[in-house]
């Protein structure tokens, strides 16, 4: 195995392990059913109780007593703290509320930042109810299952789950330095001058496993994040089922069109070419009708090619709906377009991105569509340059590919008929090669595109859907 063959299996490996990795986002309808159930139908009224108790607690009961002047300082700062959340959990409630008439993209963005804000809180509880030792540290455990409920992109729950568990051990830390500064004061003023149940505190720190509490958030981390995986696989392979079946509905309409058309036509035609060869044995002697009838066969040969070709879209009944790697199909059209035992001056160039998601669909249609590209790029450099091949993921959950070459290039005026069937500027080509290349992405609902210039070359950018059902939000 060559240097550059080696790299390209090496990047296909990571490519599946990272989308082994990565759970599948779910589209805006999940997602805003998520926010409606989690947020709005369980978290608002829950969070408006808890609110209104914080309220009392920390204004108008005596809950904390007998506060050395650190401790009163880190009150006062919770206090300010929660009136501020207060009110943005006020917007917040009156946002998720009419969250029909909000834009997806803006209501993912408040529901993330609300999610690390509540660990903040949660935390400040935590410094002032005891530091590690707080019975609050099993809020977080709440926090996090809530945090993989809703969240569902892989970077952005881990790095909140993160943040929510790091704002614990802060807190705790937090609660070690108060300790250490009321210890200090101990030691320079003497217990006396602070009075109450602090004059008993013994002047020691904590012995609480600190490691094994935050092994433990990490842990659930890890767990809620695996099993929010595994529901989204199942999810995602119950709409690539729904897709195969639509799909496979689709192309064998198309199948039993194509081959009705290819049935109904191929009699006539093979009759009329009977006919005209009986016609020409018989007025053989005439040069103007055997000029006519030699035309005609010439004609009706054509049109039997063309039929033959047709008749490839009958095989679309009888192919298979499958998960499509978009780079083996490249390697085979390579070594089908350009064998190494041909020996072509043709120098290939691969450029081909990391996790490119599956094709849904016949891999038979999509090598089609690579090999006319191919034949083409080859036919128009005469076996001799350069080809650029690139396959990359756009935003929408598309994959494009790009086929450059260093040929001659195609005249403007050319560029608009290069995509009709029978158009040709080929001596013995039959105009469907590029036809092909278009009805096959379209029937996917891709697009292919041409740019070209003379005396450089010409590209092809063929953009095909991984999903047709399935939408990213955006």
Not at 69 to 88: C, H, I, S, T, V
Request: net charge neutral; aromatic share 8%.
């Amino acid at each position: 195995m060559s240097p550059s063959e080696a790299w390209i299996v090496a990047r296909q490996t990571l490519g599946r392990w990272k989308r082994l990795a990565d759970a599948p986002p779910p589209d805006e309808a999940v997602f805003l059913k998520r926010v409606r159930f989690v947020e709005r139908g369980v978290m608002l009224p829950v969070k408006a109780a808890m609110l209104l108790l914080l309220l009392y607690f920390l204004f108008y009961a005596h809950w904390f007593v007998n506060l050395t002047q650190p401790r009163e300082d880190a009150l006062n700062g919770l206090r300010n703290f929660f009136l501020a959340y207060f009110a943005l959990n006020v917007g917040t409630g009156i946002m998720l509320w009419g969250m029909d008439d909000i834009s997806p993209r803006l209501l993912e963005r408040v529901v993330y930042s609300t999610a690390i804000l509540d660990g903040a809180v949660v935390a400040a509880l935590t410094l002032v109810t005891g530091g590690f030792d707080s019975i609050l540290y099993y809020a977080f455990f709440g926090l996090i299952i809530r945090n993989a409920a809703i969240i569902a992109h892989a970077d952005v729950q881990i790095v909140v789950n993160l943040t929510v568990s790091g704002c614990y051990v802060v807190a705790g830390w937090l609660d070690v330095a108060l300790e250490q500064m009321e210890l200090e004061v101990v030691r320079t003023v003497g217990r006396g001058d602070l009075g109450g149940e602090w004059a008993d505190v013994p002047s020691q720190l904590h012995a609480e496993p600190l490691v094994l509490r935050v092994l433990i958030l990490l842990l659930l981390t890890a767990c809620c994040y695996g099993i929010q995986m595994l529901v989204d696989r199942q999810r995602q392979k119950e709409n690539e089922a729904q897709e195969f079946a639509v799909k496979r509905q689709q192309l064998e309409a198309a199948g039993r069109i194509a081959a009705e058309i290819a049935h109904q036509l191929k009699n006539p035609l093979g009759i009329i070419n009977n006919a005209a060869y009986t016609l020409h044995k018989s007025v053989r002697e005439g040069k103007t009708i055997t000029q006519q009838i030699a035309i005609i066969r010439e004609e009706v040969e054509k049109s039997d090619r063309i039929i033959t070709e047709l008749m490839g879209y009958a095989k679309l009944a009888e192919g298979k709906v499958e998960r499509v790697n978009i780079i083996d199909e490249l390697e085979r059209a390579v070594a089908q377009v350009l064998p190494e035992a041909a020996k072509f001056d043709i120098r290939i160039h691969r450029d081909y991105a990391l996790g490119l998601p599956p094709l849904l669909g016949q891999s038979g249609h999509f090598s089609e569509v690579f090999v006319n590209l191919l034949t083409n790029a080859r036919e128009a450099m005469d076996g001799k340059g350069e080809i650029f091949l690139s396959a990359r993921a756009e935003s929408d959950f598309s994959v494009v590919v790009t086929l450059r070459d260093t040929g001659p290039g195609i005249p403007p005026d050319v560029l608009p008929k290069l995509f009709e069937a029978y158009f040709t500027t080929k001596e013995k080509g039959t105009g469907l090669g590029l036809a092909i290349v278009r009805h096959n992405t379209e029937l996917y609902g891709g697009s292919v595109s041409i740019e070209s210039v003379l005396g450089k070359g010409t590209s092809f950018a063929v953009k095909l859907p991984a999903r047709s059902l399935m939408r990213i939000r955006k």
